[in-house]
């Protein structure tokens, strides 16, 4: 008898420590970041450090967007997201970042040595930094298995294959207009602008554009005023602050060399793109390419902008 006893409770036991018929487990979940590093969780993250506003803005469109318990001082969209404690990513104590207990980090520009300094304090660190579509593409899928999004992050790159196909078609047989990027003109003598392996490079010759700095040999970097007026520009798009859009006509007009080109002379000077469009690898860079294409193709840009999504 004693025997039966000892048995049937081994049975409720065991009926109890197993999961229900209709019940999930949490799933271990492990994908490549930007470094080839391995991304490893006993389950989707719940409290999220999103140090770039590019993965924050991936967060929120993932429905992700209210685990984030510490934020980078620039990620500022979607603006419900300002309301969380946020540091400085650049001055990164991984002891600050411990402290708010985050089961997943997140940063971008992640350079190896920061992010084994976060790794050294126990925290689970990923880099996510895509200069292509194809790479943003595969870091939506990533970030949306460490958040349990799977499904979607596969709707949001569906979405995102689909609406640079019709860009695609639409600028499909347009003669390329030489552009000028130009990121920072404070400096009028050498001012930053966006090469190749650029995300910026890429949105332009997607929207049938043609970068005057693809001889730059680097993503990002300064180029001669001599050198932009021999390339002749015939479109200069402003990605910069808001301050220096809003007066950017006026001050190349009013800058030796500069006004004597013919996109000065004639104002195809673009200053309506928020950089944020341009230079954010998150999901609003589609806006971005749409808005660029209606700048540099009107016609075309204004076909892209009818067509269903």
């Known amino acids: 008898m004693l ?18 018929p ?27 450090a999103s140090l770039s506003p590019s993965n924050t803005e991936i967060l929120h469109a993932l429905g992700c967007g209210g685990r984030i318990v510490l934020r980078d001082r620039l990620s500022d969209y979607p603006p419900e997201v300002r309301a969380r404690p946020a540091t400085d990513p650049f001055q990164l104590s991984p002891e600050h970042v411990a402290g708010y207990r985050p089961d997943l980090v997140l940063v971008s520009h992640g350079d190896p040595g920061r992010l084994a300094a976060l790794r050294r304090t126990g925290l689970v660190a990923a880099s ?20 349990g999004a799977r499904g979607r992050a596969e709707a949001m790159v569906r979405t995102l294959e689909a609406r640079l196909s019709r860009v695609d078609e639409r600028v499909r047989g347009l003669s390329r207009i030489r552009v000028f990027v130009e990121l920072d003109g404070s400096d009028r003598t050498r001012p930053w602008t966006a090469g190749p392996g650029s995300f910026v490079d ?45 007066r950017a ?50 016609g075309a840009g204004r076909r892209a902008e009818r067509s269903p999504r």
Request: hydrophobic share 50%; aromatic share 4%; proline share 8%.
């Open 22 to 48: 209709g019940s999930t487990v949490p799933a271990p979940v492990a994908v490549l970041d930007d470094h080839g590093l391995r991304v490893e969780l006993a389950a989707p993250a719940q409290r999220i």
């Open 128 to 147: 996510f930094d895509p200069r292509s579509f194809a790479q943003l593409a595969a870091n939506v899928r990533a970030i949306g298995s460490l958040c």
């Open 202 to 246: 890429e949105l332009l010759r997607r929207a049938g554009a043609e970068n005057v700095a693809a001889g730059l040999g680097k993503p990002y970097g300064t180029m001669s005023a001599e050198a932009v007026f021999a390339a002749r520009p015939e479109v200069i798009l402003v990605a910069s602050t808001a301050a220096l859009q809003s």
């Open 3 to 20: 025997r039966r006893w000892r048995a049937l409770a081994l049975l409720l036991w065991a009926g109890c420590a197993s999961p229900s």
């Open 249 to 298: 006509l006026a001050a190349l007009r009013a800058a030796p060399g500069w006004r004597a080109l013919d996109a000065v002379r004639t104002g195809r000077v673009v200053t309506a793109i928020s950089p944020d469009l341009l230079t954010r690898p998150g999901p609003r860079l589609l806006e971005g390419l749409e808005a660029l294409l209606t700048a540099l193709h009107p």
